[in-house]
């Protein structure tokens, strides 16, 4: 084994991989993590920017899947599919996400929820299959900003929620 191989951390066989969003959201993780186990909450919140969403089928469960299009502010439709690898209530959630059951280019997404006084701090650490993929959504879907935006919307929607006291 080479002195690299020793010392190397294990995550970085995958770091030209990866892509890694977090932000804290003025909410208990209960609530956070709440918003992404129900359609009702996802549809008001999931994607960047003047993206909608439509769903044409949801089951959050450990084998289940979201069938579902976004719908860009420029009229374009997106077909995406999400199933759920693990399930952690309120601490983790792991998903794959491609354009449709069995896409070769499906990448993986953990999603951990660490509390953070009274606030949530929501990582996202998406890894593709390969770098290219990586650069492509990084360049041509600008992966790194609508993953932003899209916890820019959860946060909105949370704040949203306690203000009114309503859950939509």
């Given at each position: 084994?080479?002195?690299?191989?020793?010392?190397?951390?294990?995550?970085?066989?995958?770091?030209?991989?990866?892509?890694?969003?977090?932000?804290?959201?003025?909410?208990?993780?209960?609530?956070?993590?709440?918003?992404?186990?129900?359609?009702?909450?996802?549809?008001?919140?999931?994607?960047?920017?003047?993206?909608?969403?439509?769903?044409?089928?949801?089951?959050?469960?450990?084998?289940?899947?979201?069938?579902?299009?976004?719908?860009?502010?420029?009229?374009?439709?997106?077909?995406?599919?999400?199933?759920?690898?693990?399930?952690?209530?309120?601490?983790?959630?792991?998903?794959?996400?491609g354009e449709f059951r069995g896409d070769p280019n499906?990448?993986?997404?953990?999603?951990?929820?660490?509390?953070?006084?009274?606030?949530?701090?929501?990582?996202?650490?998406?890894?593709?299959?390969?770098?290219?993929?990586?650069?492509?959504?990084?360049?041509?879907?600008?992966?790194?900003?609508?993953?932003?935006?899209?916890?820019?919307?959860?946060?909105?929607?949370?704040?949203?929620?306690?203000?009114?006291?309503?859950?939509?």
């Amino acid at each position: 084994m080479s002195e690299m191989g020793r010392v190397a951390p294990a995550q970085s066989a995958t770091a030209d991989r990866e892509i890694d969003i977090s932000r804290v959201i003025e909410a208990p993780r209960e609530l956070v993590f709440e918003a992404f186990t129900e359609v009702r909450h996802l549809s008001r919140w999931w994607g960047p920017e003047g993206f909608t969403t439509t769903t044409r089928s949801f089951e959050f469960r450990v084998g289940g899947e979201w069938d579902f299009v976004m719908h860009g502010p420029d009229g374009t439709d997106y077909q995406e599919w999400i199933t759920w690898i693990e399930i952690a209530p309120p601490e983790r959630i792991a998903m794959l996400h491609g354009e449709f059951r069995g896409d070769p280019n499906a990448f993986e997404s953990v999603l951990t929820f660490e509390p953070d006084g009274a606030a949530t701090r929501i990582a996202m650490r998406t890894v593709f299959p390969t770098k290219d993929l990586r650069d492509e959504a990084v360049q041509k879907y600008h992966a790194i900003e609508g993953g932003q935006q899209t916890l820019s919307n959860l946060a909105a929607y949370i704040t949203e929620i306690l203000r009114t006291g309503a859950e939509g």
